[in-house]
């Protein structure tokens, strides 16, 4: 029944995607240009691109940005729209250099049918900021600003776009339901400090699909309150991995459920499939979870649930409260940079419970046979295990 609900769920986005994007080029086109825009790469357009924005805002129509180099300061493209609004880039839209004291460079917030595509790129001029600070290990930072920020975007798509080396996070999600994006590229070096590729948090149905994805980050975080997310044939490096979390840090955090990651390809990555929570007293959820048919070249951490995450900080202390449960990985494949291809750190306050291992074939990329390490978890085996099982598993519940 729910995966049902989810298939039709996808099929009615599809359906209301085609409709929006035939309704909003129906009720005209603003080209930035008209508004004054101009693609030179020096002259600031944020006045040009927000003049745009109403007109199409107001009338359901499409701003359109071609030819030339946009230079545009932080904006934040505001709803609700009398209808769908079609945000067509076939251009490069590039950030100022240096750092922003803003935490976004564009936003989109408050729009219903929001379609973001084109074969243009948003050139974030990331290099020119990472000097500056980074809230990799800092105790408490601002971070640098994210390139693409959606919140309260609902029934929405983005497509065909490629984020080049953002200042902070290439794209989150906040607050948002039903909102497909596919066929994007994400770029940025294997050193840039958190770039993560994609944020989702707080949302409902999602899906990631036939997407190319290299960061210094993870590429993509699933954050606290996603649900029913689907992430389906990315590949995915440099980078740290797909994640889910971290989880536990903060008090409103909200239950993770529904994740599906399905034949992704992970390579030359600090971590594979990773979920990490912090060791907190906050008592939330993670569970619903399949991993299927990834394939893994040069990884790190090819599986690894870490239930001691602190953000990269020294000397972890008290235990996590969050309950990760029913967690699978299906075919799981390919090769292991580290000894311990299978880790599964979980927490002993809230011991992971239905996980499960099925067809499992990590080996090391050097050569040699890989390791399992298992704490505090309830494991089934199912199929090929190699690396061999754990010996030190909990009973079945």
């Not at 609902?154 to 999600?173: A, P």
């Not at 090769?335 to 311990?340: A, D, E, F, L, P």
Request: aromatic share 6%; hydrophobic share 35%; glycine share 10%.
């Amino acid at each position: 029944m729910a995966s049902g609900l989810i298939c039709f769920k996808v099929l009615m986005l599809v359906v209301f995607v085609v409709a929006c994007i035939n309704q909003v080029c129906s009720q005209g086109t603003f080209d930035v240009k008209v508004f004054g825009a101009v693609g030179d790469g020096k002259t600031e357009n944020t006045k040009a691109f927000r003049n745009a924005w109403k007109k199409a805002c107001r009338s359901g129509g499409t701003v359109s940005i071609v030819d030339g180099t946009y230079l545009v300061d932080t904006i934040q493209f505001s709803g609700p729209c009398k209808g769908g609004v079609n945000f067509m880039v076939n251009a490069v839209v590039q950030a100022p250099p240096g750092k922003s004291d803003a935490t976004y460079w564009i936003s989109f917030r408050d729009v219903n049918g929001l379609i973001i595509q084109g074969n243009g790129t948003f050139d974030g001029q990331g290099p020119s900021a990472w000097p500056f600070k980074s809230c990799h290990k800092a105790a408490s930072c601002t971070p640098l600003a994210t390139t693409l920020v959606l919140t309260n975007v609902n029934q929405s798509l983005v497509k065909d776009i490629t984020l080049l080396n953002s200042k902070g996070f290439q794209m989150k999600i906040e607050e948002s339901e039903n909102i497909t994006i596919s066929n994007i590229t994400i770029t940025a070096p294997a050193d840039s400090p958190n770039t993560d590729g994609i944020h989702t948090g707080n949302i409902n149905y999602v899906n990631i699909l036939d997407s190319n994805i290299g960061t210094g980050d993870d590429c993509i975080s699933i954050g606290a309150g996603t649900t029913n997310i689907n992430i389906t044939r990315v590949n995915c490096g440099p980078g740290h991995g797909i994640s889910i979390g971290s989880i536990g840090k903060s008090p409103s955090d909200q239950n993770v459920k529904g994740v599906k990651v399905l034949s992704c390809n992970i390579s030359s990555t600090q971590n594979g499939v990773r979920i990490k929570t912090w060791p907190s007293p906050f008592r939330v959820s993670i569970s619903d979870v399949t991993f299927q048919d990834i394939l893994m070249n040069n990884t790190r951490n090819p599986i690894i649930i870490d239930q001691q995450y602190c953000g990269g900080s020294e000397g972890c202390r008290g235990s996590s409260h969050v309950q990760v449960k029913d967690v699978k990985f299906i075919r799981v494949r390919g090769t292991s940079s580290s000894k311990i291809a299978v880790n599964l750190d979980c927490s002993r306050s809230k011991p992971c419970e239905g996980i499960e291992l099925d067809d499992i074939n990590l080996r090391l990329y050097s050569g040699g046979k890989a390791k399992s390490f298992c704490s505090n978890a309830h494991v089934s085996y199912t199929g090929t295990q190699n690396p061999p099982p754990c010996r030190n598993i909990l009973p079945l519940m």
